[in-house]
């Protein structure tokens, strides 16, 4: 049994977090839900250990309830391979009695707690609120964490179009400089990682890279994010903190969606990229900085200056050079070297071999709109990964709104004023897209079309005459 469900009705705001359980009992696993449901929590229920990573991927909860003793892959097992999944969740094993070492174990391996069987529901709700909070310091952290930098290069940002190894010849240049970049482009280009390489191939690879998206903070935090904060400067101000700029030392601090900064706090930006110094939020001295800024926004900034909701002197500041990340669209030659990239990496992750994919399946990918670039197509692969039923991807793992239509089979009025001629020139391009759909099963295809076998094969034999076409399946 697998069902997963959000928080039901009215979505309060202070949704008390995602619970994913993990457990092969389903009436142990329904009672937990409908009391953590009905306790505000966000439920999903996995039966065995593959349906729960699965669900680790796509419903991201913020703690895994995991039985020790389930079918197939263990407990234990789970626990590692969810660690390396998504090292957010964090993890509450549960145990009988008779397997209290395993709790031990499992505490060893990473777990961050453990409950006793039988599971005594309020017992349950002071852990998973103590855990909550845990991971929402977490979260907190999360800027600083990010400093842990992986090691990026260029061989990362894969592409071999023009527009590419322009952008990578560029990065080369600028890398080992201490200047300002603006990195623009649509969502999902790559900015982030063209910073992270920028970083890499910097004078101090090893100083801290720290990211703050300025869309996704609140101002007043985000003043104290970047620039720190003393003792006392507002409620909860218990300690002072240094800023990004002065954690990042002589790293980089990369500002995301810059596009979104307040002017109040762009005005303190400008200040602090000109004269090297923050001053703390409820400070009266300012501190030196010697961090690089690196930006990236989605938006035309310029536009954005013009319609005066981004300072013109800022502007100019960080925008010293400039890197344009182009659209996936516009290079769709990468597209299949991508694919390739992109599923090996998500099936290291997910422990698995990687995937095949079938010509069909590439070529529609090929041609897909990607207005979300290379992170929907990423996404995209990830998901087809999890979810397909066979040993090679085609057509039919990924969704129609993706593909897009498809490419040269899209509807087209026929050239032919002759309507019979017409209709057969439609029928052909459909004919062909089911069939690619289908990876070349011509049974299925015949199935979809809602045709019998033989017909189908009738009607390839009228449309290609002389010729068995594209014959595989
Ligand atoms: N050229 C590339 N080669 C390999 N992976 C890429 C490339 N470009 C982007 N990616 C991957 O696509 C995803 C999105 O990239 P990134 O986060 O850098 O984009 P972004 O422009 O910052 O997006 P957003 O505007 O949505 O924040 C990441 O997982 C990244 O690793
Ligand atoms: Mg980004």
Known sequence: M??????????????????????????????????????GFEVAVAGDAERGLALVQSFEPDIALCDVQLPGLDGLDLLDRLLKTRPETLVLMITAYATVENAVAAFHRGAHDYLMKPVIFEELLTKLDRLMSFRRLLQENQALRRALHAPVNLETLVGESASMIAVKAMLRKLGPTRSNVLITGESG???????????????????PFLAVNCAAIPNELLESQLFGHVRGAFTGADRDRAGLFVA?????????????LPLATQAKLLRAIETK????????????????VLAATNKDLFAEVNAGRFRSDLY???????????????????????VTVLLARHASRLGRP????????????????????VRELDNALERAIILADGPVLTPRDFPAEVLGPGGDDAVQLSTSDDLREA??????????????????????AARRLGLGLSSLYRKLEDHAPGRAEGDQG
Request: hydrophobic residues 40%; charged residues 30%; aromatic residues 4%.
């Open 2 to 39: 697998n069902r997963s469900q959000g928080a039901s009705g009215d979505s309060s705001p202070t949704r008390r977090g995602r619970v994913l359980i993990v457990d092969d009992e389903e009436v142990i696993a329904s009672t937990l839900e409908e009391f953590l449901t009905g306790e």
């Open 189 to 207: 280009t790559g900015k982030e990682l063209v910073a992270r390489a920028l970083h890499a191939l910097g004078q101090e690879p090893e100083a």
């Open 248 to 260: 990042a030392g002589r790293g980089t601090v990369f500002l995301d969606e810059i596009g979104e």
């Open 277 to 292: 110094e923050v001053l703390p939020v409820g400070a009266t001295r300012p501190v030196a900085i010697a961090a690089r």
């Open 316 to 338: 100019y500041r960080l925008n010293v050079v400039a890197v344009n990340m182009p659209a996936l669209r516009e290079r769709r030659g990468d597209i299949p070297e991508l």
């Open 354 to 373: 990687a995937p095949r994919i079938d010509n069909a399946a590439v070529k529609r990918l090929a041609s897909a709109p990607w207005r979300g670039n």
């Open 423 to 444: 209709l057969e020139q439609y029928e052909r391009a459909h004919v062909r897209r089911v069939l690619d759909d289908c990876g070349g099963d011509k049974r299925e």
